[in-house]
């Protein structure tokens, strides 16, 4: 096991349980996986899991995540930040989102040439900004722009459908296209 990845178990551990504002819930525990294409031709896969912690009209945010690529590339993400949250009323929302980002990446036969930013370990920011929309209180639309400066800029756009099952566990589809990549998966969260 990775020390980032024993870190930000660790991390995730340490944040405090509360009870959530009233609205959307951004007190949970997620886990993502997915399917990866890079514009090189290459397929992997990817998994990231995220604790958020809702304090009223912000939220802390912990992750971290690994991709797999056919090419025998793997690299981890480790983040934190902080989002900002302008609730209109209890269907719709803008979320704003500053991350700290280190990325790791090893790659036993070098860098592929065309690989641009995903092939370079380091550290910068990831900013996004988002819109949740909710149906009803089953279904929500979720839909955003990020842009990461780590090496060379990365601009992309992410949508998704999520099902709440119950007060607790929500199940959902995504979609994110970015310089590089795109990446279609699924998530189930655990909210406090």
């Not at 514009?39 to 939220?59: H, L, Y």
């Not at 009803?136 to 992309?156: K, Y």
Request: proline residues 2%; aromatic residues 12%; glycine residues 12%.
């Amino acid at each position: 096991m990775s020390q980032a990845f024993r870190t930000a178990l660790f991390l995730l551990l340490l944040l405090p349980s509360a009870v959530p504002a009233a609205g959307f819930n951004y007190h949970y525990t997620g886990l993502q996986g997915g399917e990866v294409e890079h514009d090189s031709g290459v397929s992997g896969s990817a998994w990231r899991i995220e604790q958020s912690k809702d304090t009223g009209n912000r939220r802390v945010i912990l992750e971290y995540g690994e991709h797999r690529w056919d090419n025998d590339l793997e690299s981890s993400r480790l983040g934190f930040g902080m989002g900002w949250i302008s609730r209109y009323d209890r269907n719709a929302e803008l979320r704003f989102e500053a991350r700290y980002l280190r990325l790791d990446v090893d790659a036993p036969g070098g860098v592929p040439a065309d690989w641009n930013a995903w092939g370079r370990s380091g550290s910068g920011f990831e900013y996004s900004a988002g819109l949740r929309f909710a149906t009803d209180r089953t279904v929500e639309l979720d839909a955003g722009i990020h842009h990461q400066v780590i090496g060379e800029d990365n601009t992309g756009y992410h949508a998704g459908l999520l099902f709440n099952l119950n007060q607790r566990i929500t199940l959902g589809l995504q979609w994110q296209i970015d310089d590089y990549a795109t990446t279609r998966g699924a998530q189930l969260r655990w909210q406090y």
